[in-house]
């Protein structure tokens, strides 16, 4: 194994993508998959995130502090990530510009575009 994989996430955050619509974003706390369909419109789509720990809590104490990071990603998720994107969508939607490129390090979002 290669020491890129070996010690990939040694107390790291990481984000992968799979190409067309799901993305990965492991943590050394927890994993979040996230899977984006879209809606009937540009301003619309249906996420079915999935939240998985390295072993399951054996407490109530565990189990609590699993939950309240899952809360934790999913309002970072939507906070962050959600009303961003529907900001910049309704700023294309406006026909102010005539084309957008996306920088090198959303390489996620230049393979949903495609």
Do not use: C, W
């Not at 879209?38 to 249906?46: F, I, Q, R, V």
């Amino acid at each position: 194994m290669s020491g890129i994989r070996k010690h990939e996430n040694d107390g790291y955050d990481y984000v992968r993508t799979l190409v067309p619509n799901t993305s990965i974003f492991s943590a050394p706390e927890i994993t979040q998959i996230a899977q984006i369909l879209p809606g009937p419109t540009p301003l619309e789509n249906h996420t079915i995130m999935n939240y998985l720990v390295r072993k399951p809590p054996t407490n109530e104490a565990e189990k609590k502090a699993i939950e309240e990071t899952m809360d934790f990603f999913s309002k970072l998720t939507y906070e962050e990530d959600y009303l961003l994107g529907l900001q910049v969508q309704h700023g294309l939607l406006s026909g102010a510009k005539e084309e957008v490129i996306f920088g090198r390090n959303e390489k996620g979002n230049q393979h949903f575009h495609r």
